[in-house]
């Protein structure tokens, strides 16, 4: 019991403050540290690279805590450009996004048959992984977390968005992420697909402990 439970503790803080290097200094200061760096990137490394104005540099991080609030976001791009005080301007939006992505900071996840298209509606997007979740939202949602998670496990895989299940790996593989009581009611008779269960230590059949896929990163 003691083992299980120091297992998934671990598992825990390590969604909170274990994606960067600087986890290895001391946790108390990991929020600062994390924040810092993240403002560094927007403030100093998009406007380097990209076409931003110096007086737009907020705008990304309101974008960023919006989206954060979400659970997780599908985007509404027009209750999207009202927020930001964007008007109409679709193309800004759009490249604002396009600018977090790159920066590693947003995962966005568009329609197949788009491609990368930048202009394209996203299918959803999450910030890029969970510890930017707890630095940017007060009480992050907990079915986030999982997904934000797990998808930023297989960043090397290719992921799409299914009509039934939370991801589709590689145009085969489905998964359903969720709790320790998710069951396969969703998936059912669904070929190649699986159950990523939170809080619990040991899966069964096609139901996987979320946290093994940590071993990925």
Known sequence: MTEKVDLLTEFKEYLQYGYYPFYFEKKAHYPLKLSETINTVIEVDIPSIF??????ISNLKKLITLICKSNPFTPNIKELLGK????????????YLHYLDRAKILKIIRPESKGDNIFTKPEKIYLHNPNLHYAYCNEPHIGTIREVFFRSMLFGEKLSLPKKGDFLVNEKYLFEVGGKNKSFK??????????????IEIGSGNKIPLWLFGFLY
């Open 186 to 199: 969703q998936i059912k008779d669904i070929p190649h697909s699986f159950v990523v269960a939170d809080d």
């Open 51 to 56: 076409p931003i104005e110096y007086q737009n």
């Open 84 to 95: 930001m005080s964007l008007g109409e301007d679709y193309r800004t939006l759009y490249r």
